[in-house]
């Protein structure tokens, strides 16, 4: 299977696209961007080289007639086994390190046996509670590793320490110095390893059907995927372990990729964690002007981040409290480092919390439109990316001011919209890595309407 | 200013010049030559000079602090001294140079002001730098007012102004600090050296018309400019020094070669570049790289006009001494109104054939910043050409986000390229 | 008439709303019905801090002071056009402008306050090219042979220019006159700030801030009615003074603080005794001749009677003793420098008036602001705070 692939490195996450020679979406993969760039890259890439495997099989046991209606069942349940699979790997080894860790550190405490027993405790507790997470009904509350393992350390090891066992910093301070080598390591098995190893897990419950699923997951193991060309873009671009001609800037990544969804785009904002980017795209998605905000992160998705920690919420929380508003407070700074101050200061002056929330919300949507009006104004139509883009009052605002300021206007915001930066770099890496037309072959390039998204929206895509 | 691999004679012969100036400025005490601070927009060089007395150029020793990657801890002083964050930085720059013995760039003194003359063109700042540095001097101060060209053009009545003041005002003023009469003869003679300087000047500037460019107008340009905007002008020293860049960059054409970079000679021109707004001094040659790596050339910059447009037709005209000073002084880029300077920055993106057009927006001065988004989406309105924005700051380095930049710029440079190819 | 049953209290609350609204009112719908008093009636917008308003009045013209938006207006467009460390006041007025607020003007005066009221006037020329538009250029060179001709020429242009607008020249019989409505009115607000300054529990800060506001967009005449009223209403009620301490404002000439942070200061325990709040009203304090050449008159009232400001260049450095002499006059017990963010011209002169009150052992204390700032803890905690050491130690913190 011949393919190109986009990588994007975002300040948060990583995220890969494969694309195939017509420009058809084969798979993605999402990793959280941890320190280590290279590795990043590479997780995103493995994961979209993962789910490519998956949509593969898929189709494999369709065009088979397989399972019948247990299929769907199984592709879960071998999409699960599989995320198990790659969890239990990463435990191990950070139970390796660390036990070692313990020994290193062995002299200061003089408990080194407790604490490595304790950790032992912790682990195996943790293997248990992932099987149940990951094949069970349990849902999972993050995609990343850090996330699940950091939360299941914390709350074990502290139930360890209540009950008598060493001090809970101590535990902690020993996952923390190693989650970070941890993360940054490949896992050393397989696609085939792994897969089988997974398989195996479920197999059991497929017994009438064993052999024929065993002979397609093994093809699809046996199918080289050979990756003609990557573009990497995104903040971590310059680091990527790629030649210069193969990296492609973020605008015009993204201005390509929202080109690809939806072809009629001809302004794009973008609002990310730490930048907003308004992008004025041609017909053919090339970029003819752009503008990033200044220095300072005012209005980005952080200054959200930062009112949830306020008001100690979940950031998911914060738009449905913000829809309930009635009396819209005017605010007028965006500035992320006041943000705290100036909410309690609304709250103490007797002010609504649903109601300084959707004045917050208007105000990054107001940032963003002055953003948008310095590249150029809003053109239709008009598409919003970024996890921004998943706040509905985020959304409802920007719809409200945009309306009014440009008229009515056909808004798009994809689902997958986290993609559209390495959907464009993808893009760029069939067209040969060189300008948007270059190296396209007339008829495909430019439309680039072959680039619809898989049929099969496997569990191991990571949205 | 010491740029290592720009090793033409021209350069060795400014930064002997240079050299030369600050010594002369190191011993004008113990020699009992007076100085007279001044600011660089239209700076009265060739009347100072003619009393024997000598400029000293405070945005000068800031943007070489700057280069010296001495500003942040001078700018660190200021601040702590009681200067918002938010204020100019070639003035707290200067200040903190002041109160840490005020060392030239080359490592030796500056002379305490005989007068301080506010040639009050272009920038409001100006104004309040000399009241504060009034502070610390126990000297005179003298106004000269420049008007703004609010509506496009030099008035008679404003030329009128402007002439009466250095008549009746300035001169008087420099003949009872130099003890020197004013002999308009021998200011004659000076402003005919600089109006033959300033036609190589033009030369220089205009020859990146040519493609492939033989210089870069911006990074280049800054150097190219020095003796002209500062101390030299009105000298045969300056005459010399064009007269030597006009023959080398002659000779690049000849042999089509590209500008002289940090990197070396230019390989190959990939894109050609109007610039708006000053250079960032405290990364300079960072920046510069950031364009030259990339094959980007500037052919043309407004920064090289704050000491005058010399290149739309003006120049020093001995027959009519005062009045062309006057001209002078109104006629520098920061002195032309908006319409004016978004007219003069269409007519170099077409005059130089170029790809598109850049601002380096610096926080520090107003002047040129107060309205550049403006003038951007005017220019790209007009011109149809790529146009690029970035931030940045004279000399305080917490404004010069490497990272930032360089995104930017690469972003901007592929849109140009694929907007070459996508049409 | 019912008015006669209204208490004194009722209307002045009355008075102090109507200047409330027209200060709120931020698309000049009281110039729009001036002008639709009478055909062909024209008003002229003129930017902070100072323009001879005399002139344009003298035209048979309105002139209308643009103090930006105050915490009001909400910037939709404004803001694309300047970059973050600009101050607020151009964005608000572009916003104004381009949302259309401010159609009703028909000419425009940029002082030369700054590089970016000097670059706005500019923008507007391309903005708005069919309207008159003029950069005025006040001298810094106060020598009447020097400054003064130039600024007389000036004022001649725009004479000309406005009078073309309107038909009406300003001929030196309606310039005197104007002069004369002008000075009037330097004698209410004169009163004014003498009121305040002996009984400040009598004047908030608010209404003679609102009062002064108001002065930028009605008549002149009907302005000082207004003031004149208000004093006689005043002065005959009963106000309760509370034991706060007595400051003197520098910094806020160009870009307005909000109402709220006047009302914060005055909470916090400062009455405001002297300011140079909405300064080009009271620029020129004292009347000005209304005999000889009225040209002449206004450009000698600039160059030798003006109050100092950070926007004039200091040319006999009198700064220092300008600032001691204020507070004595006012009887000040300290001095709140307050400068808008990035205004170069109040924070470049905030080390010198610094080092002044340091020398004269005045109190003082220091913050930023902008039009539209929405939060006032620090700067209550600070005043508060600034109060409070003055009345425990009358020093300074």
Known sequence: MECFIGIDLGSTTTKAIVVDEDGRILGRGITNSRSNYDVAAKVAREEAYTNVRFSALSQRLRENNALGDQLEAFEIDLGRSFALEGYL??????????????????????????????????????????????????????????????????EYAAAIARSGG?????????????????????????????????????????????????????????????????????????????????????????????????????????????????????????????????????????????????????????????????????????????????????????????????????????????????????????????????????????????????????????????????????????????????????????????????????????? | ?????????????????????????????????????????????????????????????????????????????????????????????????????????????????????????????????????????????????????????????????????????????????????????????????????????????????????????????????????????????????????????????????????????????????????????????????????????????????????????????????????????????????????????????????????????????????????????????????????IESDLVDPRYFSAANIKNRLESYFQMIEAKRLGV | MMTTEISPDGQLAALVADAQRLYEDLAFGSVRAWKDGAQGRRAIGFLPIYAPREIIHACGALPVGIMGGSDRLEIVRGDSYFQSYICHLPRSVVELAVSGRLDALDGFLFPSTCDVIRNLSGMFKVLFPDKYIHYLDLPQNFVAGQGGRFYRSELQSIARAVGALTGIEATPERLRHSIRAYNDNRRVLQQLWQLRCDAPSQVSTAEYYLLLRAGYVVPVEEHTRMVERYLSLVGSVERRAVDNIRVLVRGAFCEQPPLALLRTLERAGCYVVDDDFVQGIRLIPEPIDESGDPFDALAHAFLHRSLPCAVKYDAKRTKAADLVDACKRAQADGVILMAPSFCDPALLDQPMLQKALEEAGIPFTTFKYSEDTGQFQVIREQAGTFADAIKLWGATI
């Open chain 1, 89 to 154: 790997g990463q435990l191990a080894r950070l139970e390796e390190c660390c036990q070692r860790d313990v020994f290193r550190h062995a002299a200061k405490g003089g408990d080194t046996a407790a604490i490595s027993e304790a950790i032992t405790d912790i682990i195996a507790s943790m293997r248990k509670h992932a099987v149940n997470m990951f094949m069970g009904e349990e849902e999972a509350r993050s995609d990343f590793f850090r996330d699940i393992a950091g939360s299941d350390y914390t």
């Open chain 1, 166 to 463: 060493p001090a809970f910093d101590r535990l902690l301070g020993v996952y923390d110095r190693n989650i970070i080598p941890v993360e940054n390591e490949i896992d050393p098995r397989s696609f085939s390893q792994r897969m089988t190893a997974a398989f195996k897990r479920i197999a059991p419950l497929y017994r009438g059907e064993h052999d024929r699923l065993a002979q397609r997951i093994q093809e699809v193991i046996d199918e080289p995927i050979d990756d003609i060309r990557t573009v990497g873009t995104g903040y971590g671009r310059a680091r990527l372990p790629f030649p210069k001609e193969q990296i492609r800037s973020e605008i015009l990544c993204h201005g390509l990729g929202a080109h690809l969804m939806f072809p009629a785009t001809r302004t794009v904002l973008d609002i990310g964690g730490q930048d907003t980017k308004a992008i004025q795209i041609d017909e053919q998605g090339v970029v003819t002007s752009f503008q990033m905000n200044d220095r300072c992160a005012a209005g980005c998705g952080r200054y959200l981040g930062y009112i949830a920690d306020e008001m100690n919420i979940g950031l998911h929380e914060l738009a449905p409290l913000a829809m309930k508003s009635t009396c819209r407070v005017k605010i007028n700074s965006t500035c992320t480092v006041f943000a705290g101050a100036e909410f309690r200061d609304r709250l103490a002056a007797g002010q609504h919390r649903e109601d300084i929330l959707a004045g917050l919300h208007r105000a990054i949507i107001l940032r963003a439109i002055s953003l948008l009006a310095r590249s150029g104004g809003i053109r239709n139509e008009f598409t919003f990316t970024g996890g921004v883009a998943k706040n509905q009052a985020a959304v409802s605002a920007l719809k409200e001011v945009a309306n009014e300021n440009y008229g009515e206007l056909t808004t798009n915001i994809a689902p997958d919209s986290i993609y559209t930066g390495a959907l464009g770099a993808a893009e760029f890496a069939r067209r040969g890595g060189h300008g948007p037309l270059a190296a396209a072959s007339p008829g495909i390039g430019a439309q680039g309407s072959a680039a619809t998204p898989p049929k099969n929206e496997h569990q191991a895509v990571k949205a």
């Open chain 2, 1 to 389: 200013m010491s740029t290592a691999a720009i090793k033409d004679a021209s350069m060795e012969q400014q930064k002997a010049l240079m050299a030369g100036y600050f010594d002369a400025l190191a011993t004008a005490p113990e020699r009992g030559q007076k100085c007279v601070y001044t600011f660089v927009p239209g700076n009265l060089t060739e009347l100072i000079r003619s009393f024997d007395l000598l400029p000293v150029l405070p945005e000068i020793n800031a943007l070489q602090s700057g280069m010296r990657g001495k500003s942040a801890d001078y700018i660190g002083l200021a601040e702590r001294g009681g200067h918002s964050e938010d204020v100019c930085t070639y003035v707290k720059c200067d200040i903190g140079m002041l109160k840490s013995g005020n060392i030239g760039p080359t490592g030796k003194p500056l002379p305490k002001p005989d007068l301080l003359l506010l040639s009050y063109t272009g920038c409001f700042t100006f104004l309040k730098w000399f009241e504060l540095l009034r502070e610390e001097y126990d000297c005179p101060i003298m106004m000269l007012h420049i008007p703004y060209q609010g509506d496009g053009e030099i008035t008679p009545e404003m030329r009128d102004y402007v002439v009466r003041q250095i008549k009746d005002e300035l001169i008087p003023q420099l003949e009872r600090i130099s003890g020197v009469k004013y002999d308009e003869d021998r200011l004659r003679q000076a402003l005919a050296l600089s109006s033959k300087a300033e036609d190589d000047l033009v030369w220089t500037l205009e020859s990146a018309k040519h493609v492939p460019s033989p210089i870069d107008a911006y990074f280049g340009g800054v150097y190219y400019i020095g003796p002209i905007f500062t101390a030299f002008r009105g000298t045969q020293d300056a005459v010399d020094y064009y007269r030597l860049l006009r023959s080398e960059v002659q000779g690049r054409i000849d042999q089509k070669l590209g500008p002289v970079t940090p990197d070396g000679v230019l390989e190959k021109e990939r894109y050609r570049l109007v610039v708006e707004g000053p250079p960032n001094w405290t990364s300079f040659r960072e920046f510069w790289k950031m364009f030259s790596c990339e094959g980007a050339v500037v052919v043309a910059s407004t920064y090289t006009k704050v000491g005058g447009l010399y290149d739309r037709g003006f120049r020093h005209d001995p027959d009519h001494p005062l009045e062309s000073l006057a001209d002078y002084c109104m006629g520098c880029y920061t002195n032309l109104n908006f319409p004016r300077r978004i007219e003069l920055l269409e007519s170099y993106i077409n005059e130089y054939q170029a790809d598109g057009f850049l601002i380096n927006s610096v926080k520090s001065c107003n002047s040129f910043s107060a309205g550049q988004l403006m003038i951007l989406r005017e220019l790209e309105r007009r011109t149809g050409r790529a146009g690029g924005f």
